[in-house]
Structures are given as structure tokens and as C-alpha cells.
């Protein structure tokens, strides 16, 4: 944020620029797809998952937002590389997306699980059916991790 306003780091939210390189490997041959957004995440709403308000915009020409945001006295803080596959399940009565993530330089893998809900009234009992199709994957409760990428990497490198 500029200088003045509001600290994302201390209330928990970020705005993104997201270059999204979309590969089709079963068409012949090989179509890519990119795609532009500039995305607002809201802060964590609760105390076990990421679970945040997320407004996604798609955009035409990334370098001319970045520029306006720049000259708005936005400053870019860190860029983070990832390589995501995704899959989609019907698990009970839900649309889950499974997303299977890559982060080069943490060399580590990560599964984000999601689907979207109507209203903050349902997060609990979503979170909870979340976390019931993880067990499916042998994946525990426990196992969750509420920092994002950018606080992962971020505590990777501190004091280097």
C-alpha cells in the first residue's frame, strides 16, 4: 500500500498481479492459454485455514495496471513462482476444486482445496466438509497450514 495508508502485512490482506499460463495437454497440439487478473485478498477469517474474501478481476494488460499502481504509490514486495495443477471432484453435494501446487523455491508441494460459498454463514460447516474429502488423501486436520506462499517463503529467507 502506499506509503501512509493502511500496512497489509499487519492487516492480513494483499493485492496480487497474476500472470496465469494455462497448458491444455490433451488437445494436439499443445494450446496455451494467458490469462491477466489483479486480485484483492482479504484477511484470514478464521483461526484454522486461509479462508478469505477474494475479489478477482480479470485484466487485459498487466504492465499498464502495474505502472498505474506504481504511480498510486503501490510498491511490489515479492513475486511467487508456482506451478498448479488443478482437479475438480463432486464429493457429497459440493464442487470441490483440488489444487495441486509446486513452489519452486520452497522445492516443496502443496494441496489447496476450495470451493466457493454464498455467504460467511456457511464457512463452518464448508470448512468441515473441506476437510472431511482430505481424509480421502490421508490428510489430517492437523495437517493444515495457515500461512500463505508469500509468509512461507518469506520465513524461509529471513535473516539471509
Known amino acids: 500500500?502506499?506509503?501512509?495508508?493502511?500496512?497489509?502485512?499487519?492487516?492480513?490482506?494483499?493485492?496480487?498481479l497474476r500472470k496465469s499460463v494455462e497448458i491444455d495437454k490433451f488437445d494436439k497440439p499443445i494450446e496455451k492459454t494467458i490469462n491477466y487478473y489483479i486480485t484483492y485478498k482479504g484477511k484470514k477469517i478464521d483461526i484454522t485455514t486461509k479462508t478469505r474474501e477474494e475479489i478477482d478481476v480479470k485484466i487485459e494488460d498487466i504492465e499498464k495496471i502495474r505502472h498505474m499502481l506504481k504511480l498510486l504509490g503501490f510498491q511490489e514486495i515479492f513475486t511467487v513462482k508456482k506451478e498448479r495443477e488443478l482437479f475438480e471432484?463432486?464429493?457429497?453435494?459440493?464442487?470441490?476444486?483440488?489444487?495441486?501446487?509446486?513452489?519452486?523455491?520452497?522445492?516443496?508441494?502443496?494441496?489447496?482445496?476450495?470451493?466457493?460459498?454464498?455467504?460467511?454463514?456457511?464457512?463452518?460447516?464448508?470448512?468441515?466438509?473441506?476437510?472431511?474429502?482430505?481424509?480421502?488423501?490421508?490428510?489430517?486436520?492437523?495437517?493444515?497450514?495457515?500461512?500463505?506462499y508469500l509468509e512461507l517463503i518469506s520465513d524461509k529467507f529471513k535473516g539471509e
Do not use: C
Request: overall charge negative; cysteine-free; glycine content about 2%.
Open 1 to 16: 500500500m502506499p506509503k501512509g495508508l493502511r500496512d497489509f502485512k499487519e492487516t492480513d490482506e494483499a493485492l496480487r
Open 89 to 148: 471432484f463432486e464429493f457429497q453435494t459440493y464442487h470441490i476444486e483440488a489444487l495441486i501446487d509446486y513452489i519452486p523455491i520452497l522445492e516443496q508441494y502443496f494441496i489447496e482445496v476450495e470451493y466457493l460459498v454464498e455467504s460467511a454463514e456457511n464457512l463452518n460447516s464448508s470448512r468441515e466438509v473441506l476437510f472431511e474429502f482430505l481424509t480421502i488423501f490421508d490428510i489430517k486436520k492437523e495437517e493444515s497450514i495457515r500461512k500463505s
